[in-house]
Each structure stands twice: as structure tokens, then as C-alpha cells.
């Protein structure tokens, strides 16, 4: 990635901080997470039954990945962007990490949208199974690639595995469906693959190197997303490949359309608060913390709309207990750099 830096260059990662970042990307979620659902709960008249996720998944992800690809050409962020040359032609090209981490993040767009469609697993277990891999995961990078873990990172961290082994515990175990079981793995995958890459090459602070690093893994994520679920539609792989089939062909002409636009326009946005908050040039057990607690949030808030639309139960004694476990693992990461010069200094080290 570009090396140098200037003012303008840095403005991107210093206009807010990590947590109005954080806040900005919970806000996003909670209708995201909400429509998602309500799509998997109301019934389509056409087939007698509420569509499922993979039925839903291909539109929602080529929708946000054309207003990916707008936002890119519009923004001018592509120009930050490694080159190649073909004929004479110069175009944006990924690295072998940003290839890397786009492979890793088309995991991600295809089993984000699925965890929140599974009707007999609340949502907030779902993200806090799914959140909860991911920071055992974050602190195993830092450390594999010689990155300082503070101790803050490592109490918050604690805190949110205790909310995680809390709610495990009171719902008696996991008991979850192969669906959702190859969900979470693959989720925590993707995580894994993208933060070593993003780690070894754009942790930095510098506005450009997010930029480039961005456009360079959405070149790569989103055809890659798209082509693994095509194979599967066009392979038929049993109930699940009709489905996507649907997916594919028949839900353009359903009245479910303007909403998976929504849900297309969310998820863009989401992606872009994402990236800013994980490419922070703090470690890993620093900032995954903050995306990661703000997206459990929101699936629990989502779980309370969805409550007074009589679409889900509300959310366990248990899951709420979580929840306040992650809060105080967000204050504390939010305050801890703060309390003193030293450990504000030596968090930007």
C-alpha cells in the first residue's frame, strides 16, 4: 500500500473516532438486521411461505455490490488502488493479501445475511456465537504477526468471552443446525483470512491505504461471492440449490424487490463503517471489539422490534446479561487509552 502520508490522506481515519464509528455502524445493523428477519418470517404469497435466506441472498449481493462499485468509481477511491495494464490499459488490481482478504470477505457476504434467517436460533445467540469466534480469533493475530496486545484488549476481551460462555450455558449448549453450524465456521474463516491480511499490509492510519485496501478486496469478494453461489445454483445441490435458483432469476419480478434494496443499501454502508473501525491502526484485540460488540447490539435491539411485531420472542435474561457484559467491554476500550498520556501514546505506537 502507499507508504507516505498526508494531511489529506489521514483525514478519512481521523474525522471521527472509533466509537462514533462504532455507533455510526450499530445504527446501520439494527434495520439491516431487522428487515433480514422480517423477510424470513412474513409470508410470500406466490410460494405460501416467507422466503428464505439463500432465496434472498444473490439479489441483496449483486444490489450492494453495484453501489459498491458506484461508490468506488464515484468517490475516486479507486485511484488509490494498485494498477495493472492490459493492452495498454490501466486498471485496478488486487495484491496477493488484498486477494487474500477478498476471499475471506466473500465468506462473509454470504453468511452475514444467512445467520440472521434461521427461525428456531435467536438472533443474539447467533451474533454472539458468531462475534465471539472472532475474538478469540482477533488476539491470535496480533500475536502471530508480533503486534503489542494492551491490557485493556485483553480484560475486554474476557469480558466479552465470559458473555459469550454465560449464554452458551443458559440455553443448555449450542443445538444448532448443520446450516447454521457451516455458517458459523465459514464466518469465522473469512474473519481469520481478512484480518491477517489486513493486518500484514493496512493497519496503518493512513486514509489511503484504506482506500486502496477496500476497492482492492471488493474487486476480488464480490465476483467471488457471486460465482460460489451460481455454481451451487446451477449444481442443484439439493433444496439449497433451488433456492438459490430463485435467488438468481425469480425474485427480480417479486414484490420482495424494493426490499432487498434496503437491505443492499444497508449492507453497503455497513461494510464501509466496518473497515474504517478494523483498519485502525490499533491491534486487533482493540478495535474487533468495538465492531464486534456494536454488531451483537444491534442484533439484540433487532430482536426487540421484532418482539413488539410478535415476529420473534424477546431477547433471554441470559442474552441480555451478554449484552451488558459487551457494553462494559466497549466503555472500558473506549476509557482505558484515556486515563493517562502513557497509555494514550502507547496505543499508536
Given at each position: 500500500m502507499?507508504a507516505t502520508?498526508?494531511?489529506?490522506?489521514?483525514?478519512?481515519?481521523?474525522?471521527?473516532?472509533?466509537?462514533v464509528l462504532?455507533?455510526?455502524?450499530?445504527?446501520?445493523?439494527?434495520?439491516?438486521a431487522t428487515l433480514?428477519?422480517?423477510?424470513?418470517?412474513?409470508p410470500?404469497?406466490?410460494?405460501?411461505?416467507a422466503?428464505?435466506?439463500l432465496?434472498?441472498?444473490?439479489?441483496?449481493?449483486?444490489?450492494s455490490?453495484?453501489?459498491?462499485?458506484?461508490?468506488?468509481?464515484?468517490?475516486?477511491?479507486w485511484r488509490?488502488?494498485?494498477?495493472?495494464?492490459?493492452?495498454?490499459?490501466?486498471?485496478?488490481?488486487?495484491?496477493?493479501?488484498?486477494?487474500?482478504s477478498?476471499?475471506?470477505?466473500a465468506?462473509?457476504?454470504?453468511?452475514?445475511p444467512?445467520?440472521f434467517?434461521f427461525?428456531?436460533?435467536s438472533?443474539?445467540?447467533?451474533?454472539?456465537?458468531m462475534?465471539?469466534?472472532?475474538?478469540?480469533?482477533?488476539?491470535?493475530?496480533?500475536?502471530?504477526?508480533?503486534?503489542?496486545?494492551r491490557?485493556?484488549?485483553?480484560?475486554?476481551?474476557?469480558?466479552?468471552?465470559a458473555?459469550l460462555?454465560l449464554?452458551?450455558?443458559?440455553?443448555g449448549?449450542?443445538h444448532?443446525?448443520p446450516?447454521a453450524m457451516?455458517?458459523?465456521?465459514?464466518?469465522t474463516?473469512g474473519?481469520l483470512?481478512r484480518?491477517l491480511?489486513?493486518?500484514r499490509?493496512?493497519?496503518s492510519?493512513d486514509?489511503?491505504?484504506t482506500?486502496?485496501?477496500?476497492v482492492?478486496?471488493?474487486?476480488?469478494?464480490?465476483?467471488?461471492?457471486?460465482?460460489?453461489?451460481?455454481?451451487?445454483?446451477v449444481?442443484r445441490w439439493?433444496?439449497q440449490?433451488?433456492?438459490?435458483?430463485?435467488?438468481?432469476v425469480?425474485v427480480?419480478?417479486?414484490g420482495?424487490?424494493?426490499y432487498?434494496?434496503?437491505?443492499?443499501?444497508?449492507?453497503?454502508?455497513?461494510?464501509?463503517f466496518?473497515?474504517?473501525i478494523?483498519?485502525?491502526?490499533?491491534?486487533n484485540?482493540?478495535?474487533?471489539?468495538?465492531?464486534?460488540?456494536?454488531?451483537?447490539?444491534?442484533?439484540?435491539?433487532?430482536?426487540y422490534?421484532?418482539?413488539?411485531?410478535?415476529?420473534?420472542?424477546?431477547?433471554s435474561?441470559?442474552?441480555?446479561a451478554?449484552?451488558m457484559?459487551?457494553?462494559?467491554?466497549?466503555?472500558?476500550?473506549?476509557?482505558?487509552?484515556?486515563l493517562?498520556p502513557?497509555l494514550?501514546?502507547?496505543?499508536?505506537?
Open positions: 502507499h502520508s498526508t494531511p489529506n490522506a489521514t483525514r478519512l481515519s481521523r474525522g471521527m473516532s472509533i466509537e462504532a455507533l455510526l455502524y450499530l445504527a446501520s445493523y439494527v434495520p439491516y433480514t428477519r422480517w423477510l424470513a418470517s412474513i410470500y404469497a406466490p410460494l405460501g411461505r422466503l428464505t435466506g432465496e434472498v441472498l444473490p439479489a441483496v449481493t449483486i444490489l455490490g453495484v453501489l459498491t462499485y458506484l461508490f468506488v468509481w464515484q468517490s475516486g477511491w488509490e488502488a494498485h494498477r495493472g495494464r492490459l493492452l495498454g490499459v490501466r486498471f485496478p488490481r488486487p495484491t496477493r493479501w488484498t486477494a487474500l477478498g476471499i475471506g470477505a465468506l462473509l457476504l454470504f453468511t452475514v444467512l445467520s434467517t427461525r428456531d436460533v438472533i443474539p445467540f447467533m451474533q454472539l456465537l462475534r465471539g469466534d472472532v475474538l478469540v480469533v482477533a488476539p491470535l493475530v496480533d500475536l502471530l504477526l508480533g503486534r503489542r496486545v491490557w485493556y484488549s485483553w480484560v475486554a476481551l474476557a469480558l466479552v468471552a458473555g460462555t449464554t452458551i450455558h443458559a440455553r449448549g449450542l444448532l443446525p446450516l457451516a455458517t458459523i465456521a465459514l464466518y474463516l474473519y483470512v484480518l491480511a489486513m493486518t499490509v493496512a493497519k492510519g486514509a489511503r491505504a482506500k486502496a485496501y477496500f482492492e478486496e471488493q474487486l476480488v469478494a464480490i465476483p467471488l461471492a457471486l460465482a460460489s453461489l451460481a455454481v451451487l445454483a449444481l439439493g433444496p440449490g433451488g433456492q438459490l435458483g430463485f435467488g438468481f425469480a427480480w419480478t417479486s420482495r424487490l424494493p432487498l434494496l434496503v437491505l443492499a443499501a444497508l449492507l453497503f454502508v455497513i461494510s464501509i466496518a473497515i474504517l478494523l483498519l485502525d491502526r490499533r491491534e484485540t482493540f478495535c474487533v471489539p468495538f465492531e464486534r460488540s456494536a454488531s451483537v447490539l444491534a442484533g439484540l435491539a433487532a430482536t422490534l421484532l418482539a413488539g411485531l410478535r415476529l420473534s420472542a424477546p431477547p435474561h441470559a442474552e441480555l451478554g449484552a457484559l459487551l457494553i462494559l467491554a466497549i466503555i472500558l476500550l473506549s476509557l482505558a487509552p484515556r493517562a502513557a494514550r501514546d502507547e496505543a499508536y505506537r
